[in-house]
């Protein structure tokens, strides 16, 4: 019913940048909270970035000051610009979004993109 697509990410030297993107399609009511997710090998997938659809934001400690995410609600996407990435910023990004389905139960659902790989080197 909904299906979130994300780009941008790739291979960057430690101190570059990159912007990843999200566009959600389907049938979409409204979309409530947008965020970013990471996850490296091994590891547990952890939160990097919220934003709420007033554009309230929250961040993950470790990119506070470094990344920045934003939404465009007139089309249904979010991003998040990484600015001074570092080796550890390595992970698949996962897109996120809470979403009301046109014709669908009440509620907020869900929903989760692909994954984009990004790869800092040192």
């Known amino acids: 019913q909904v299906q979130l697509v994300e780009s941008g990410g790739g291979l960057v030297q430690a101190g570059g940048s990159l912007r990843l993107s999200c566009a959600a399609s389907?049938?979409?009511?409204?979309?409530?909270?947008m965020g970013w997710y990471r996850q490296a090998p091994g590891k547990q997938r952890e939160l990097v970035a919220t934003?709420?659809?007033?554009?309230?934001?929250n961040y993950a400690d470790s990119v506070k000051g470094r990344f920045i995410i934003s939404r465009d609600n007139a089309k249904d996407t979010v991003y998040l610009q990484m600015n001074s990435l570092k080796p550890e910023d390595t992970a698949v990004y996962y897109c996120?979004?809470?979403?009301?389905?046109?014709?669908?139960?009440?509620?907020?659902?869900?929903?989760w993109g692909q994954g984009t790989q990004v790869t800092v080197s040192s």
């Open positions: 996120n979004a809470g979403v009301r389905i046109i014709g669908g139960p009440r509620g907020i659902y869900d929903y």
């Open positions: 934003i709420n659809s007033g554009g309230s934001t």
């Open positions: 389907g049938r979409i009511l409204s979309i409530n909270a």
